[in-house]
T-cell receptor, first 113, second 112 residues
Framework: EAQVTQNPRYLITVTGKKLTVTCSQNMNHEYMSWYRQDPGLGLRQIYYSMNVEVTDKGDVPEGYKVSRKEKRNFPLILESPSPNQTSLYFC????????????FGPGTRLTVT | GENVEQHPSTLSVQEGDSAVIKCTYSDSASNYFPWYKQELGKGPQLIIDIRSNVGEKKDQRIAVTLNKTAKHFSLHITETQPEDSAVYFCASEASGTYKYIFGTGTRLKVLA
């Protein structure tokens, strides 16, 4: 089944404790992206990747890191999480950028205390 | 920077009525405008999209219209059903970048 998977689905952590949210897709997509969803703000793009080893900042990259060492995986790293990073996070992938449907993962709800 | 404004933020309709959600974008060079539906506890899913060389596109009860001159596009759902209740997001591509810009979402409630 074609899908985007994320782990963990739920995470409660404390300020400053490094964490990684994994994302994997099995559709051989080139473009992958991370979004955060907050009430009243919609979906905001954090980072994206055009292909392996090619990543760039979205609109809200502060406090996040990503890597794209393999085509299928695109982990999101929070080196020192803060409470303002409490949010619902989505990973997405598409065949390419430009007029291409994005497939979203099921989401990761992160709470930073 | 580029932005997409979406209205209304909430919309309640009676089952069988039509629903319209509107988005306005700022980047006149944008060429692709998708609409996503997010059901409770799930990730967004594409329901329809339109490209700038087309003014309207239909898929059964769902249609999208695009007015490039006015820089706005709209989602139309006819004969609404309870399963249409969800959050809907519009989006556009930010030209000159490889980014997507999403609207703030519309929570649609279809009342039985």
């Amino acid at each position: 089944e074609a899908q985007v998977t994320q782990n963990p689905r739920y995470l409660i952590t404390v300020t400053g404790k490094k964490l990684t949210v994994t994302c994997s897709q099995n559709m051989n997509h080139e473009y992958m992206s991370w979004y955060r969803q907050d009430p009243g703000l919609g979906l905001r793009q954090i980072y994206y990747s055009m292909n392996v080893e090619v990543t760039d900042k979205g609109d809200v990259p502060e406090g996040y890191k990503v890597s794209r060492k393999e085509k299928r995986n695109f982990p999101l790293i929070l080196e020192s999480p803060s409470p303002n990073q409490t949010s619902l996070y989505f990973c997405a992938s598409s065949l390419s950028w430009g007029s291409s449907e994005q497939y979203f993962g099921p989401g990761t709800r992160l709470t930073v205390t | 920077g580029e932005n997409v404004e979406q209205h209304p933020s909430t919309l309640s309709v009676q089952e069988g009525d039509s629903a319209v959600i509107k988005c306005t974008y700022s980047d006149s060079a944008s060429n692709y405008f998708p609409w996503y539906k997010q059901e409770l506890g799930k990730g967004p899913q594409l329901i329809i999209d339109i490209r700038s060389n087309v003014g309207e596109k239909k898929d059964q009860r769902i249609a999208v219209t695009l007015n490039k001159t006015a820089k706005h596009f709209s989602l139309h759902i006819t004969e609404t059903q309870p399963e249409d209740s969800a959050v809907y997001f519009c989006a556009s591509e930010a030209s000159g970048t490889y980014k997507y810009i999403f609207g703030t979402g519309t929570r649609l409630k279809v009342l039985a």
